[in-house]
């Protein structure tokens, strides 16, 4: 077909459809000419520097069935190891390609271990790349990207040429091909990449709830999970949880192996966890099991009130889940687990984390929505908690509710407000100094749920301005700006944001800020400092000026003039007063900050 060896992308395509739609009549239309269009559909795929176009794919699938088996063989590496090394991104282009495997595995099923063979070596040369790459890397800062849309299309490729050839043979489809290929334990790279390859094919067959119950298949996915190598205890935990996903009850003895001391090492609990939460999306998210829904939230939850080491963050991801999908039933359920003063401060931030996984979902149902709002002011309870970690965990649930869904918390902020403001205020019982040979330094164990406290305030005043409580929010600034130099730079923020809507509470406490402001500049340096040292005290001092040249319109506002903050204004503008301060102010106001 001379049209497709014109440069032309528009005629190429034109030519593609009409080939596609000539081969829909049977060899027949194509006149004894497929072969030679062959050859010119993987001329056009060989031009194609990225992936295939998905025309070419779907041309060549339309014309496979009317090419001599012969010609097929002979172009048969070039055209696979064409096809499987291009990236497939795009939906269309990913069902062509499958289009095409089982073309080829249906019109010539004696060429399927051929085509198997193929895929596996241009995968396992994939793969020695990639992990030659990362050896050569060897470190933190260099990431070398494990190529998982190139085992990808192998893996559907793998399983499409499958499903055409036992279609052929009117035979019902199996895996024992798959199962070959993690029967053993991986020791070389290529291994390593086949056993890969055949983990992903067999996950992504679960997908579809074409793997039956099987002991041997169920004990080789355990042994993989197991294995020495990251790769494939990642692969093996993806499959055996969509193994298990398709096959309900299997998943308590899933569960009570990962969570299960005794078997196996750290890091084979932890990919059988991940096994667990892959689970947990399939049954839930996918069949909406209610039942086995139940059975599992109990096993995750008795296992969680009875341990007393960490918890990791894979489980609070499952209940997230069940959350997500059955609101109604364990909404009540979570915040009561939050709530409850019978358990320990490990177990309740269990429960926080869970509930601020549900809150980043950002396609929660209306329901979901709903019964969140019901059950907030419980969920949130831990804002006030003697425990610093468990007021931190609280304050960023606060705040994410506050930034993504504010509706939900409107009604309640009159509840909840007050216990945040209180979180603004210094507890000087959770502050102790540490001597290091002839240094000492302040470490303050409040911080971190100080500073989320100010980000949920910034969140206020960002989304709910209308209804916040200015003199509190002026009250905390007035704090932040004598508080650390993070504090200080978040309550900057809520100045900018907050100072159009409350410019009358912030020009009643104009004083006090403009006190906290002359009290964060009276920070001095220690006599023999560092670097490290000059610099953090230049960074005070600059957001100090900062912070004054912020409030300079409220200042402009109040009658008579505030002598604590001409003061201040005074220090940064006259050069002879305070160098430092001078070159902060010109610089900041020269910049429009």
Not at 233 to 246: F, I, K, M, W
Not at 315 to 325: D, M, R
Not at 330 to 359: K, Q
Request: charged share 20%; glycine share 4%; hydrophobic share 45%.
């Amino acid at each position: 077909m001379p049209l497709l060896s014109q440069y032309s992308a528009a005629v190429t395509a034109a030519a593609l459809d009409v080939v596609s739609a000539l081969a829909e009549y049977g060899a027949d239309a194509l006149a004894g000419n497929g072969d030679q269009i062959l050859q010119s559909v993987i001329a056009v795929v060989d031009k194609t520097p990225s992936a295939p176009p998905a025309s070419a794919l779907q041309a060549l699938a339309a014309v496979c069935p009317s090419v001599s088996e012969a010609n097929v063989q002979t172009m048969i590496s070039d055209l696979l190891k064409q096809l499987s090394t291009a990236t497939v991104y795009d939906g269309q282009s990913s069902e062509a390609l499958g289009d095409l495997f089982r073309a080829i595995g249906r019109a010539f099923p004696g060429l399927t271990k051929v085509c198997l063979e193929e895929i596996s070596d241009s995968w396992q040369q994939i793969y020695a790349g990639y992990a030659q790459k990362r050896k050569e890397a060897n470190n933190d800062v260099i990431q070398v990207q494990f190529p998982s849309n190139s085992l990808k299309s192998a893996a559907n490729s793998i399983n499409a040429l499958y499903e055409g050839y036992y279609e052929a043979q009117g035979t019902p489809w199996t895996s024992e091909y798959l199962s070959k290929m993690v029967r053993t334990a991986p020791r070389s790279t290529a291994e390593i990449a086949l056993t890969c390859l055949g983990l992903r094919a067999l996950g992504y067959s679960a997908q579809k709830d074409a793997l039956a119950q099987d002991p041997e298949l169920t004990a080789q996915l355990f042994a993989q999970v197991g294995s020495r190598h990251d790769d494939v205890r990642s692969e093996a935990a993806n499959a055996l949880g969509s193994y298990v996903g398709s096959h309900p009850s299997m998943f308590p003895a899933l569960f009570s192996s990962s969570t299960d001391d005794s078997e196996g090492t750290d890091a084979s609990r932890l990919s059988k966890l991940e096994a667990v939460k892959v689970a947990t999306d399939r049954i839930v998210g996918a069949s909406r099991d209610e039942a086995s829904t139940g059975l599992m939230w109990e096993q995750i939850t008795g296992y969680v009130q009875s341990n007393r080491g960490p918890l990791p963050d894979s489980l609070a991801q499952s209940l997230a889940t069940i959350f997500a999908v059955f609101p109604e039933t364990y909404a009540s359920l979570l915040a009561d687990h939050i709530a409850s003063p019978d358990n320990s401060a490990e177990v309740r931030a269990f429960y926080i984390t869970t509930f601020r996984t549900v809150l980043a979902d950002k396609q929660l149902s209306p329901e979901c929505d709903e019964q969140i709002k019901r059950v907030l002011t419980r969920a949130l309870a831990g804002i006030d908690d003697p425990n610093a970690e468990i007021r931190r965990l609280s304050l960023l649930a606060l705040q994410t509710v506050i930034q993504d869904k504010a509706a939900l918390v409107e009604n309640t902020l009159a509840t909840i407000a007050p216990a945040l403001y209180r979180q603004t205020v210094v507890d000087e019982s959770l502050v102790r100094t540490i001597r290091m040979g002839p240094f000492t330094r302040r470490v303050d164990d409040g911080l971190d749920a100080r500073w989320a406290a100010y980000q949920c305030v910034l969140a206020l005043v960002r989304e709910l301005p209308g209804a916040v409580d200015g003199s509190a929010v002026v009250d905390s600034v007035v704090r932040g700006i004598a508080d650390e130099q993070g504090i200080r730079l978040v309550v900057l923020q809520i100045i900018n944001e907050s100072l159009p809507v409350l410019l009358a509470d912030y020009m009643a406490k104009l004083d006090a800020l403009a006190e906290s402001i002359e009290k964060a500049q009276g920070t001095l340096l220690p006599k023999k400092a560092v670097k490290q040292e000059i610099d953090k005290h230049n960074a005070i001092m600059r957001s100090t000026v900062a912070l004054m040249i912020a409030l300079e319109p409220v200042a402009d506002a109040v009658s008579p003039k505030s002598a604590a903050f001409s003061k201040l204004q005074e220090k940064a503008v006259d050069p002879g007063s305070d160098k430092t301060l001078a070159m902060y102010y010109h610089e900041l106001v020269s910049s429009d900050f």
